[in-house]
């Protein structure tokens, strides 16, 4: 039985295990999928060990994003660009990595309605989350993609490493201080899994602005409890993105693309707040 898994620390709260599950039965793929966790310093053991026993194909979120992009054997011109990889596929004795978030997060957004055309965001964070979905955000022509980082220095680095995408002249780097407001803030650090957040003004909500957060939980993450608290109505985690980036890695591994709409009405643990007058 083919054998596939996550990898993270933490990762005990992953949906992934039932949402590949879900597919799988869904479209009569016979695989077992699991959740591994590996601290820091202790990823690549814990990959070779999955490879070495069988394991065909792996997703990959925090910590370890950066580390699946450096030990593949071949990578997709994505994950060259942003240096993150967030799924692994075993061929030819060796790991091809690829990256489905920028493709999630914006098929997430999609199905919530929320247009990114002519609009100010805001992208928090300039670890590998954040890499992996600037060049989507960017397709879909935004008037500006602001990365905001609390070492500032690290978003600049960022963008310049973007300079040549289409699209860049609409991006710029600020820290977590920023005076800007935005059309919508989309929060890519791990800060939630901590009980935590981005320390941002809330001067940086535009009206009808809408709230992200790349993570997901039980309950509202602490960003998005904040961006209720600022009075902002269109809200969502990330468990949309999640469930879209696992159909693609699904359809990278099996050759099938699955369908989202049952998994997103099963196991969604926190349903979105939708703004009826975004675009």
């Not at 660009?81 to 690829?98: I, M, R, V, Y």
């Not at 269109?234 to 999640?242: I, P, Q, S, Y």
Request: hydrophobic residues 45%; negative net charge.
């Amino acid at each position: 039985m083919d054998r596939y898994a996550v990898f993270g620390f933490p990762v005990s709260h992953s949906l992934s295990p039932k949402i590949h599950t879900q597919f799988a039965l869904e479209n009569k793929q016979v695989l077992t999928y699991e959740a591994i966790e590996a601290a820091p310093g202790a990823f690549e053991e814990a990959l070779a060990t999955f490879a070495a026993s069988g394991g065909r194909g792996a997703n990959v979120t925090v910590p370890h994003k950066a580390a699946a992009a450096a030990l593949a054997q071949r990578c997709s011109p994505a994950v060259s660009l942003a240096g993150a990889a967030n799924t692994l596929c075993w061929a030819d004795g060796g790991w091809e990595a690829h990256n489905t978030d920028g493709l999630g997060l914006i098929n997430d957004l999609k199905v919530l309605g929320w247009s990114l055309e002519g609009r100010r965001l805001a992208l928090v964070g300039a670890g590998g989350a954040a890499a992996g979905v600037i060049a989507p955000l960017l397709a879909e022509g935004p008037e500006q993609l602001v990365i905001l980082n609390r070492t500032e220095a690290r978003a600049e680095e960022l963008c310049d490493r973007f300079k040549n995408v289409s699209g860049a002249s609409k991006l710029a780097a600020g820290g977590l201080n920023t005076r800007l407001t935005f059309d919508g803030v989309i929060n890519a650090t791990a800060a939630s899994l901590s009980g935590e957040r981005p320390p941002l003004p809330r001067s940086l909500w535009a009206p009808e602005a809408f709230a992200y957060d790349m993570m997901y939980g039980a309950t509202a993450t602490p960003f998005l409890q904040w961006a209720e608290s600022c009075g902002i109505g269109a809200r969502a985690d990330g468990f949309g993105m999640l469930v879209e980036q696992a159909a693609e890695a699904f359809a990278l591994w099996r050759g099938v693309r699955p369908s989202t709409e049952g998994v997103r009405g099963r196991l969604n643990p926190v349903a979105p707040t939708p703004n009826d007058n975004t675009p």
